[in-house]
């Protein structure tokens, strides 16, 4: 009774305020004490983030208007024959090389000569021109081979050189640089960071003045370089830097002022004044990474990325540029080694045996093999639908914060998982831990291209905010301009446009989503899962709204409850895009995708109930968000057991899953995948005999004819390997 006593109310409130002339006498006050008291400080760096990229399926979610039909119709780019031959052929070939020479020259010529560091470029520029699905493919195997195999390949192909005057570059930059970038005759490296600024680049101390110098003869207008730079990847071999500093005209030789933002330039290594070579050694890795420094290094104008037009563009351009490392290179990394740690501890946990029982039987660690697998399809799903955004010619920059951020905490989270499944295996280091890599090196994924934390904090809710929100970034703009009237009635709308969500919220969730529209055609969890996420939405941006009242100019500071927002909203993205590859799984998988929407269901049901504890008042909210309480339980035991008996049992669910893992003929990793197939077969002598572990008793079952020939050959090499399989690298000390 108390639920839709409360529901009258809000009713009663809403047909108040939806009188123009009432709805005014409110806001005019608040436009008074906003326009006099809050002070909207947005930095230009700030500024330009905001600006660069698309927004596109996360503004549904954030105004929670789910048009089914931008989340489904979204096509894939079917791979070309040449780029499956290349993924086919060339990639298994620099595998094979490497894991036979490491980074070696050869590996490095191997590199250059196939085309790996061209998969951007333009075929006229002698590249390869890759769709971002083929381009996340090979990453992703590569990634599962070895991620200092996988790193080398990626960084030229991501914030590089290459990408920056493909879409900035002057004309002959792109003629005359392009070409060599694409066939290894230069190696390019690009450098940030600097010793005291890292994710705030504008605190660098790099600089560049302009001034006239002599250059190869004649005095010519350029700038004149100090930098000190660190963390950038291939820097000691690197024969091109592109180098971002900031840029003064002290002169005014330019025009009228002198400090001129963040400038990119190409700066050859071989310049006077460069030290470069000296090495960094990133944790558990040993791609090439350093430090490098230059002391009044000039160069022409000409060296600037886009020319002389483009200096103090260089934010924008970084900003606009880093899709393609959020969004393909380290979610592909990540995908790879959570589908490597999903497809060893799935084929050790039926191996392995604790009591005469495969691990997997034990619930403790089915558990972890389901959420395990769970992550790697729902990380499958979000990468899925962000290439083909990418393929479609859009640049979607919240996305990509999302998917960097989100892959690599479930690589963190995944591979830990598969290091207690796997005990004290993958504990020794040697050639027999095929974790222990991955292990060591998810730090650096953590790391790079915005810490995860300021990731979370305040890039994905905070630019998300301002960039989805429908009325939030025009009415900071009119407070600017003092532009009371704007201001009025973008209020209105606004206030309209929260009546609407709380609504439509608080009906849903009486009525647990079953008046949510879904697309044609749904049914079971499916059509759940649609309602479930409809009405998310709508209390997400009811929310939203209600952290806009409270904290105003103050919620970017708001960093905790802003994490919970982006969690929040990371959810959505994933149940969203689950929904949309689902299309494509065919039923094979069912189970599993209703046991991760029901988790994904209730965490999200949970992340709102804790938004609402932060927020004062939170029993009242509760009462609007969540009516009916957490409805959506965890997904069930007896669901769990289904899930898990179909990972083990079906190889083809398996496969499906960990599709990009690669690994060569006679390595840890084959002798596992071996093993596992026989121990599928083996399973059934097994359920006859009960488990046997000893060559003695395996032969003794034949003698007593409980087994046939057969089944005795099966065993033996089973137990064979198997014993293979749980031994570690030890050394003499």
Not at 6 to 12: E, Q, S, W
Not at 297 to 319: D, K, R, T
Not at 570 to 576: A, E
Request: proline content about 3%; overall charge neutral.
């Amino acid at each position: 009774m108390a639920i839709w006593i409360i529901g009258f109310i809000l009713l009663f409130i809403n047909l108040v305020l939806s009188v123009a002339f009432i709805r005014l006498l409110l806001i005019k006050p608040i436009v008074s004490r906003f326009a006099n008291k809050a002070k909207f400080s947005i930095s230009d760096t700030e500024r330009v983030a905001i600006e660069c990229g698309d927004t596109y399926w996360e503004k549904q979610l954030f105004i929670n208007q789910l048009d089914w039909h931008k989340l489904l119709n979204i096509k894939t780019k079917l791979l070309s024959p040449i780029e499956n031959d290349f993924i086919h052929n060339k990639v298994p070939l620099l595998c094979d090389t490497f894991i036979q020479f490491g980074l070696s020259d050869k590996t490095l010529d191997q590199i250059k000569s196939a085309g790996f560091w061209s998969l951007n470029i333009p075929k006229k520029y002698g590249g390869l021109d890759f769709s971002a699905q083929a381009h996340s493919k090979i990453l992703t195997q590569l990634s599962s081979c070895n991620i200092s195999l996988a790193v080398t390949v990626m960084v030229p192909n991501s914030l590089g050189p290459a990408e920056l005057i493909l879409h900035y570059g002057t004309d002959e930059q792109k003629k005359d640089l392009l070409p060599k970038l694409a066939t290894g005759v230069h190696i390019p490296c690009f450098a940030l960071t600097s010793t005291e600024a890292g994710s705030d680049a504008g605190a660098m101390i790099d600089s560049g003045v302009i001034c006239q110098q002599m250059h190869n003869g004649d005095n010519v207008l350029g700038i004149r370089l100090n930098w000190d730079k660190r963390y950038t990847t291939l820097a000691p071999i690197a024969t091109l830097i592109g180098l971002a500093f900031k840029t003064y005209d002290p002169e005014n030789l330019i025009g009228t002022q002198s400090d001129l933002g963040i400038t990119c330039a190409l700066v050859d290594s071989s310049l006077k004044g460069v030290s470069i070579g000296r090495c960094h050694h990133p944790i558990g890795s040993n791609f090439s990474n350093g430090p490098h420094q230059g002391k009044d290094v000039f160069i022409p104008m000409s060296a600037v990325i886009g020319g002389q037009a483009m200096i103090g563009q260089g934010w924008l351009m970084l900003m606009e540029s880093l899709s393609l490392g959020r969004g393909i290179s380290l979610p592909s990394l990540s995908l790879a080694g959570v589908e490597l740690g999903l497809k060893t501890s799935l084929e050790y946990a039926l191996i392995r045996k604790q009591f005469k029982q495969s691990l997997y039987r034990f619930q403790g660690i089915s558990e972890q093999l389901v959420s395990m697998a769970a992550d790697t399809l729902i990380m499958k799903a979000m990468s899925n639908f962000h290439l083909d955004l990418l393929d479609q010619g859009l640049n979607p920059s919240v996305s990509s914060a999302i998917l960097k951020y989100h892959h690599t905490e479930l690589l963190r989270t995944n591979i830990n998982r598969a290091m207690d499944i796997h005990g004290g295996k993958t504990v020794m280091l040697g050639q027999r831990n095929y974790l222990s890599d991955l292990y060591q090196a998810i730090p650096i994924a953590i790391t790079v291209e915005g810490a995860n934390i300021l990731t979370r904090s305040m890039i994905i809710f905070g630019q998300g905010l301002l960039r989805c929100h429908p009325f939030l970034k025009d009415e900071m703009a009119s407070l600017e301009k003092k532009d009371l009237t704007l201001f009025n009635q973008l209020s209105g709308r606004h206030l309209a446009h929260l009546i609407s969500v709380k609504i439509k919220g608080f009906v849903l969730q009486l009525s647990v989503g079953r008046l949510a529209k879904t697309p044609k055609n749904t049914k079971g969890f499916e059509k759940h899962g649609y309602q479930q996420l409809t009405t998310l939405s709508a209390s997400f941006s009811f929310l939203v709204e209600i952290s806009l009242i409270k904290f105003g100019a103050k919620i970017k500071f708001q960093e905790s409850v802003n994490g919970m927002f982006s969690d929040l909203l990371i959810k959505m993205y994933g149940i969203s895009t689950l929904l949309r590859y689902h299309q494509v799984l065919g039923n094979e998988l069912d189970n599993l995708v209703e046991w991760t929407l029901q988790k994904q269901i209730h965490q999200s049901q949970v992340l709102l109930s804790d938004i609402c504890d932060q927020l004062n008042y939170s029993s009242i909210f509760k009462w609007v968000i969540l009516p009916r309480g957490i409805k959506q339980t965890f997904p069930s035991i007896k669901l769990q057991d289904k899930v898990i008996n179909q990972l083990i049992n079906n190889s083809n669910l398996k496969d499906m899953l960990t599709s990009n893992v690669m690994y060569a003929k006679h390595s840890a990793l084959d002798e596992l995948d071996e093993a596992y197939i026989l121990a599928l077969e083996a399973e059934k002598v097994y359920k006859r005999v009960g488990y046997v572990d000893n060559f003695e008793a395996i032969d003794a079952l034949l003698d007593k004819q409980l087994i046939n020939v057969d089944d005795h050959q099966l065993l033996l090499r089973l137990t064979k390997l198997r014993q293979k399989i749980l031994m570690v690298d030890d050394y003499e000390d």
